[in-house]
């Protein structure tokens, strides 16, 4: 395949080629070991380049939220801490709306206020979702 156990990786100070394994430039690409390469090549990349980022972030996360607690902690209770309890605020969403071809006193901007009035808090995300595309589900 011509080929060798290596990539290239671009770098403030050119390109480098970096092994996928130790001796990796003298071992060739063949069909039977493509599958090792893509799996190497998949972590390093996915995994080994951004590494000393993961570090840093997890440092710092592990300052406001100590790795302890974390195992007492479901996925939704750790959005909940980060995100606060989701609720809509029509008042809000009044003060930040652009008409463009209405204005607020419209009798179908008047409707659209008073079904959304109606709404529970769900009913609010699902409208959100459907005008922006924008899940807010947990």
Known sequence: MGHSFTYELQTLDGRQTIPLKPQGENIELTNDNKREFVRLLCQKKL?????????AFKKGFHLLIPEKALQYMSPADLEHLIAGDQTFDLAE??????YSKLSSKDELA??????????????LGQFLYFVTGKSTER
């Open 110 to 123: 008047v409707w659209l206020w008073e079904i959304l009035e109606s709404f529970s808090n769900e009913e």
């Open 93 to 98: 969403w009044k003060d930040f709306m652009r």
């Open 47 to 55: 995994i080994g380049e951004i590494e000393e980022q993961i570090k």
